[in-house]
C-alpha cells in the first residue's frame, strides 16, 4: 500500500488523491503542514531534498517527487494513461504546460492569496504577471476544449486531474472563469466523474504519523 | 523523419536537438525566431496554440508541443529512457522539476537578460524572485549530483538532458555556478557523451521553409 505525503489544502497533492480515488487505491495518508514548515524538517528533506509535497512512498524508503511524475506512475497501465505512444506524449505535453504555465501562476496565486496570511502584500510585485500568464493558459485550455471535451485521447485521464488541481480554484487565486465558457463546462464533466472527491475529502485510511 | 521547429537559441529548442543527435535521428530542422514574432503568426499558432518552439511534427499535420514531453516521445525505447517503471517516474520527475523549478527561473532569467534587448530593466520586479528560486534549483541539483553521477538509472538519460539546457547557459542569467562544484562535473559529463553537440550547432538536415 502507498504511502502519501499531502497537504489538504494543496492542489499538488490533491491530484494524487484524486487519481487514487477514481482507481479505487487503497493508500495511508500523511498530512505535512508546508505553512508550519513541516516539509522543511530534517526527516521529511531525507525523504524529498527539494521539501515539497505531494510526495510518494513507491518502495520501501524509496520517494517520488512532483505530482505529474506520480499520477504518471499510479496510473500506468489504467484507464487514466493513454496507451497510444502519440497520445501518451500528449498526455506528457499538457502535464507539463500545467506545471510551466498555469502551477507558476494560478496555484501561486491561489497558494499567496489564499492559503498565506498577508500573501497579497508579500507578493504584490508578482500579481500583474499571475495575471497575465495564468489567463493566456487559461486562453490555450479554452480553445482546445472548445473542441475536446477532454484533454488527451478523448476521454478522462491524468493530464484532465493534472489541469484541472488549480483550475477548479483559480477564483481563489482571484482569477475570473466566467470567460472561460469551455473550461467551465470541462470543469463539471471532470466531477462528474464516477468516484470524483473534492479537494477537501480525505480518505478512511488515514492516519497521521 | 521528423520536422523540428526550434530556435537556435532556446534552450527548450536545444534539448531536443541535443537528443536527436545523440540518437542519430535524422530531421528537417525549422527555425523558428520567436523574438522576431514568428510564433505569433496564425500559420505557427494552427500548429501549436500556445506560441512555443520547440514543436515536433510527429505525424502529418500531428504536432507535439512542450520540449520534454518531446523527450519523452522520440526517446522511447532507446537508451536515453529508463525502463524500470520506477526509474521512468523518477526521470518525470526530475523532468517536472526542471520545468516548474529550474526554468521558470534560471530559464527566463537567461531569456531575458541575454537575448531580450532592454529585457534587464523591463523584468526588474522579477530579478531577486528568480535569482532566489534559481539557487534553491541548484541546490537541489547539487546535492543529488554529490551522490549520482547523472540524475536517474545511474547513466545519462533525457533527465540530464533536460536539466543540462538551461544550467550550462546560467550564467547568462546572473547566476554563479563556482559553489555548485557537483552541478558542474556532471556538466562536464554530459559534454563528454558520445555525438554530443553543442547549443550553436546545426545539423546537416537543415531545411529552411
Known amino acids: 500500500m502507498y504511502t502519501l505525503y499531502s497537504m489538504q489544502s494543496s492542489g499538488n497533492s490533491y491530484k494524487v488523491r484524486l487519481a487514487l480515488a477514481v482507481l479505487k487505491a487503497p493508500y495511508r495518508l500523511v498530512e505535512v503542514d508546508i505553512l508550519q514548515g513541516e516539509s522543511r524538517t530534517p526527516e521529511f528533506l ?104 477532454f484533454f488527451v485521447a478523448g476521454r478522462f485521464t491524468i493530464a484532465d486531474i493534472a489541469l484541472y488541481a488549480y483550475t477548479h480554484v483559480a477564483h481563489l487565486g482571484d482569477f475570473d472563469l466566467s470567460p472561460y465558457t469551455a473550461v467551465r463546462h470541462w470543469l463539471a464533466r471532470v466531477e462528474s466523474q464516477p468516484d470524483y472527491v473534492a479537494m477537501d475529502w480525505q480518505p478512511q485510511t488515514i492516519a497521521a504519523e
Do not use: C
Not at 59 to 69: C, G, K
Not at 110 to 123: A, N, P
Open 46 to 149: 531525507a525523504k524529498n531534498p527539494n521539501g515539497r509535497v505531494p510526495l510518494l512512498e513507491v518502495a520501501p524508503d524509496r520517494y517520488l517527487a512532483e505530482s505529474n511524475a506520480i499520477l504518471w506512475y499510479v496510473a500506468r497501465g489504467t484507464e487514466l494513461a493513454p496507451e497510444d505512444p502519440i497520445e501518451r506524449a500528449e498526455a506528457l505535453q499538457w502535464m507539463f504546460f500545467e506545471q510551466n504555465s498555469l502551477e507558476p501562476n494560478i496555484g501561486t496565486a491561489y497558494f499567496w492569496l489564499s492559503l498565506v496570511k498577508g500573501g497579497r502584500d508579500l507578493q504584490e510585485h508578482s500579481l500583474d504577471d499571475w495575471m497575465e500568464n495564468g489567463n493566456r493558459a487559461l486562453r490555450v485550455m479554452n480553445a482546445h476544449l472548445t473542441k475536446h471535451d
